[in-house]
């Protein structure tokens, strides 16, 4: 929901998980998002955006099938001349609450597993067995895999997940205690955001400087919404650092890790221009002149095909209003 009260409410895949797939898809990657959509009416709208930005739908519906998560973010402009935003869980129209997230299972595996000799990158922000299983096969593959934690979860989980990870990525204000543990045998870097300060990174793996280092924020000259930030800063580096999984990691020196790091960080400056958490993909026009510098050449390309290829209106019914 937009600060403008004129602007209708929009619709479109998100998540975490969503937002990095959808990124690294509009990058040029191969992006396969391992879901349990059904046929419902936001499912529908999820893997229609997930088309438009050229994200594979093949692992979308693995089973059970579950109703699609429903998030409202609903945007306001502050006294100070920005905006803040809020997320709500409770439907729109009949004030219920709104499908919650629900892990893919163990039986997924199977499925998922003839996918995995391809992969570069296994990404992943919330435990679960079905998860962890597959982040070990991935990792055994010579995929990057990817944990960038919101919460903790089940602890048992949540350190096996620690454990299988090559890069860690999460918020100071979320779990800082992160940062004193001396990190896993796979753990090749760790990221810690640190807001408006930006981030500091280690490289436990580097005998000679395994400590932590410091980087600014990328300056963001016009913030209409800082939503969505740190998926495009997570998929920048990626696309920097993982492109023949572990063996491009493994190969990157100091500098090139800053890079990616700088690089992630200017995405993520150059998103607060636009609202909702991947709004400048659907401004491209606006998006390239604003910061040209920062694309691809794949992404560049992508601009000219989905140029005002705005995301759905309208207001998306939960289960409960479309059973009514």
Not at 151 to 163: I, M, Q, S, T, V
Not at 175 to 191: P, V
Not at 281 to 297: E, H, I, K, N, T
């Amino acid at each position: 929901m937009s600060a403008d009260p004129d602007s209708p409410v929009r619709s479109w895949a998100g998540g975490t998980c969503g937002n990095v797939l959808s990124i690294l898809a509009w990058l040029g990657w191969d992006a396969y998002p391992i879901a349990r959509l059904n046929d419902d009416a936001a499912a529908v709208r999820v893997k229609a955006d997930f088309k438009r930005w050229g994200v594979h739908l093949d692992l979308a519906d693995c089973g059970p099938a579950a109703n699609t998560p429903i998030i409202v973010q609903q945007i306001k402009a502050s006294s100070s001349g920005g905006s803040t935003h809020r997320f709500s869980w409770s439907c729109l129209r009949c004030g219920g609450w709104l499908p919650s997230f629900k892990p893919i299972t163990r039986h997924v595996v199977d499925q998922v597993v003839p996918y995995i000799p391809e992969t570069s990158v296994y990404f992943f922000d919330r435990v679960s067995r079905g998860a962890l299983d597959l982040a070990t096969q991935a990792s055994e593959g010579g995929a990057v895999v990817m944990f960038e934690p919101s919460g903790r979860g089940d602890e048992k989980l949540f350190k096996e997940a620690l454990g299988l990870a090559h890069i860690v990525k999460y918020a100071d204000q979320r779990m800082a205690d992160l940062a004193a543990s001396d990190g896993s045998g796979n753990l090749r870097l760790e990221i810690q955001t640190l807001g408006s300060e930006g981030l500091r990174f280690r490289l436990p793996r580097n005998r000679r400087n395994p400590g932590w280092r410091t980087l600014n924020s990328a300056p963001a000259p016009d913030v209409r919404d800082s939503c969505g930030s740190g998926d495009w800063c997570t998929a920048g580096i990626l696309s920097k650092l993982a492109s023949r999984g572990v063996e491009t990691l493994d190969a990157a020196s100091v500098t090139s890790v800053t890079t990616a790091l700088k690089f992630g960080q200017e995405l993520a400056a150059w998103n607060c221009a636009f609202e909702g958490a991947r709004g400048g993909m659907y401004a491209q026009s606006q998006a390239v002149a604003v910061r040209p510098d920062l694309f691809l050449p794949a992404a560049s390309h992508a601009a000219t095909q989905h140029v005002n290829n705005s995301p759905a209106a309208d207001l998306v019914s939960c289960p409960r209003c479309e059973a009514a």
